[in-house]
């Protein structure tokens, strides 16, 4: 018999406080008991399965609080809309919603399906649990994936067919003025719950920092402060970003992971380095000496591992994700700076490479480790000069598998097979923007050139 994971006593304290509510305003004691046993059972069953499943609860304690508050707040507010108005007028899709938009499907339809189960079981109306389970099973599976807020509206359109179709079964039952009232806020109630999601999300986002792919997408506008900060302090590093972002993204969608995650993490994985741009080798000119080379590998070691404490600092000012912040150590683990370890070996014999390591942590989901191998694919390709195809497959091979080999990417999720789809969506896309252009002769560059200037004297 599979143990029930009791680590915690959070499911008991939310399973009371959620009953307390559901019996507030008629409270009777043996139904109440009933509910906290139901509750409780099917919490440490369901509930706390989702949260070892779901990687985002391993994060941050702030994910497992925001679903708490917005299951006991979907509850509660479904409960009265129903108690004191009608089913077809109260808001059970909104909290299964957010949570699904703010973390995953299985975690908004979980909780939306015992939010459901439990209301029913409260009010004695078993109709309504079908009623509200599915279509909360319907407008979180076509939102799982969604990008852009029209696409919520868009989900909302075939919810209200479901509704429709279900409220017709009910005719018989009831007047004719309660059907069509009955119809109408059936009809009209996913619209105007997404309405209030709509409005709602960019608070909790905000509060929370926890993002949805919505909210991520308008991160990913380059008038963001801090991309502009990075375009304008550190040009080199805002470029290396956006040429990681396209790696990224394109492995991140080959395996499944969340593509638009994985390019918007990219484009702020380096934001620390804008404090002292100089020193990263992307963004010293031509004709100015590197700085590293006038000063101690272990002062170099120490501005290196300090832009990570710096990307970090300025991930929280902003109040970017949080995930986007747990981004900025993991792209680098505890991976050794081997330039400067090598270096000061030839000046010190006993030199530790712990004491030129990133502090880490390793990467803890999948769309961190994308970024480390694109990240270190991407920096590797400034020495490569080559758009040969045998030359660029054995430079991503050997990074990836000198990164798998150091165990980086023991804790990220990844597996072989995915490790191989992503090498080769590596060299898809480098292949693609590496490609040799058509070299014209210089004759014919110089009539082009002449042509054009000819129309402009013209024009």
């Not at 969604?146 to 279900?166: D, G, P, Q, Y």
């Not at 010293?284 to 101690?296: C, K, L, R």
């Not at 990220?412 to 191989?420: I, P, T, V």
Request: charged share 20%; aromatic share 14%; proline share 4%.
């Amino acid at each position: 018999m599979k143990k029930i994971p009791l680590k915690n006593f959070d499911g008991v304290i939310v399973s009371f406080i959620t009953v307390a509510l559901l019996n507030f305003f008629d409270f009777n004691i043996i139904k109440a008991i009933y509910e906290l046993i139901f509750l409780i059972i099917i919490w440490y069953l369901v509930i706390e399965k989702v949260f070892e499943e779901v990687f985002y609860f391993k994060l941050h304690k702030i994910y497992k609080n925001t679903f708490y508050f917005l299951f006991i707040f979907g509850v509660f507010i479904t409960y009265i809309s129903i108690k004191r108005f009608d089913l077809t007028l109260s808001p059970f899709l909104i909290s299964s919603l957010l949570l699904t938009l703010l973390t995953s499907y299985i975690v908004g339809f979980s909780a939306g399906i015992l939010q459901s189960i439990l209301i029913a079981f409260h009010i004695n109306d078993f109709y309504s649990a079908i009623y509200m389970i599915s279509q909360i099973l319907l407008m979180n599976y076509l939102i799982r994936n969604i990008n852009r807020r029209i696409e919520i509206a868009k989900s909302a359109v075939f919810t209200s067919l479901l509704s429709f179709a279900l409220l017709l079964d009910q005719i018989p039952l009831k007047p004719l003025y309660l059907n069509i009232y009955d119809i109408s806020y059936g009809v009209l109630n996913p619209f105007i719950s997404t309405i209030i999601i709509l409005g709602t999300l960019p608070y909790i986002e905000y509060f929370t920092r926890i993002y949805s792919n919505i909210g991520l997408s308008e991160l990913a506008n380059m008038n963001h402060p801090l991309l502009k900060r990075l375009s304008l302090q550190a040009p080199g590093t805002y470029y290396h970003s956006i040429m990681v972002a396209t790696l990224a993204e394109a492995a991140a969608e080959r395996i499944g992971a969340n593509s638009t995650f994985a390019r918007v993490a990219s484009y702020f994985h380096d934001i620390g380095k804008m404090i002292r741009p100089y020193f990263f080798v992307e963004n010293i000119p031509d004709n100015q000496e590197n700085p590293h080379d006038s000063i101690s590998p272990f002062l170099s070691h120490l501005i290196l591992e300090d832009h990570v404490k710096s990307g970090i600092e300025l991930a929280r000012k902003y109040r970017l994700p949080l995930t986007i912040e747990f981004i900025i150590p993991q792209h680098h683990g505890t991976r050794v700076q081997k330039y400067f370890y090598h270096k000061a070996k030839e000046l010190e014999e006993n030199v530790s490479e712990d004491s030129f390591r990133y502090p880490g942590p390793k990467p803890q989901f999948k769309e961190a480790g994308i970024i480390m191998l694109a990240d270190s694919v991407e920096a590797a390709l400034k020495s490569l000069n080559s758009s040969n195809y045998q030359r660029i497959k054995d430079l991503v091979e050997n990074i990836v598998s000198s990164i798998y080999n150091e165990r980086q990417l023991d804790e990220s999720g990844l597996n072989l097979k995915e490790l191989e789809l992503i090498i080769d969506e590596f060299i898809k896309v480098i292949v693609n923007i590496t490609k040799a252009r058509i070299e014209y002769p210089k004759e014919e560059i110089k009539k082009v050139v002449q042509a054009n200037g000819d129309n402009k004297q013209t024009n």
